[in-house]
């Protein structure tokens, strides 16, 4: 029996992150999930809940494990609007919770992921960095620091044992993007917009996380990984 695996978790209480918690917890490894609540978390033994907000600046992060194998930041934002309509505050509050929020825990977890030999790295972009969309200013913005980050953190780690990737993926179904789909009408749009014929689901994005945390995605490292659809990359002609 392989000994049990010790994950930290940002966000890890809703979407994508809440998905991500659950594979973990299946698997049998120890989750420690930082988010503003833990309300729509189930109990588990493994399971461990510190309250943070990383939407305000140097959040206070305590409590983590000695010993961190993987770091998932899931936290992120949907700010949509015309560039010329957008203030400073909303890219500043993009960039604090996309970017400066990730800095924060990982600079805080550094420690226990150097101690654990070899550790995984998980931040989060958007399919918007590499295919321009309207009124993503703000959020591609910001988005785009956590892609530099990621390989920039990836080449700095890679000696001390540790590797970060980052997931890039389309419009997904979650609490965070749910007034994009709130009706039928926008889902069925939505839908159309990608190749495959739907958007995505949080089981899906997370399942990518999982393999990224693994020891089964130990020699990938610095890597931006599109889950879209084929959004990014495929254009279909009728």
């Given amino acids: 029996m392989l000994p049990m695996r010790n994950h930290v978790i940002a ?31 189930e109990p588990h033994r493994n399971l461990h809940f510190m309250e943070v907000d990383f939407s305000v600046p140097s959040p206070s992060i305590q409590g983590l494990p000695d010993e961190i194998h993987g770091l998932a930041y899931c936290p992120g934002s949907i700010q949509l609007a015309p560039f010329h309509r957008m203030k400073e505050d909303a890219f500043l509050s993009d960039y604090r919770i996309n970017v400066l929020g990730a ?11 150097k101690k654990a030999g070899q550790s995984s790295v998980v931040l989060f972009s958007t399919v ?4 321009g969309m309207p009124f993503h200013a703000s959020i591609a913005s910001a988005k785009g620091a956590v892609e530099g980050l990621t390989r920039a953190l990836a080449a700095e780690f890679a000696a001390s044992g540790i590797r970060v ?8 179904q979650t609490p965070l993007a749910e007034r994009l789909l709130n009706t039928p009408e926008k889902v069925e749009a ?12 949080p089981d899906e994005v997370a399942a990518l996380a999982a393999l990224l945390l693994s020891e089964r995605g130990s020699w990938m490292t610095g890597q931006i990984l599109h889950i879209d659809g084929g959004m990014s990359h495929l254009r279909l002609f009728a």
């Fill in 190 to 201: 939505s839908n159309k917009r990608h190749p495959i014929g739907r958007v995505g689901q």
């Fill in 165 to 172: 990737n980052a997931i890039a993926p389309s419009l997904t």
């Fill in 11 to 41: 966000g890890g209480s809703s979407g994508i992150g809440k998905a991500l918690t659950e594979q973990l917890l299946a698997a049998g490894d120890r989750v420690h999930v930082l988010a503003r609540s833990s309300r729509a978390l």
């Fill in 103 to 113: 800095v924060h825990l990982i600079q805080a977890a550094l420690p226990a992921l």
């Fill in 128 to 131: 918007a960095v590499q295919t």
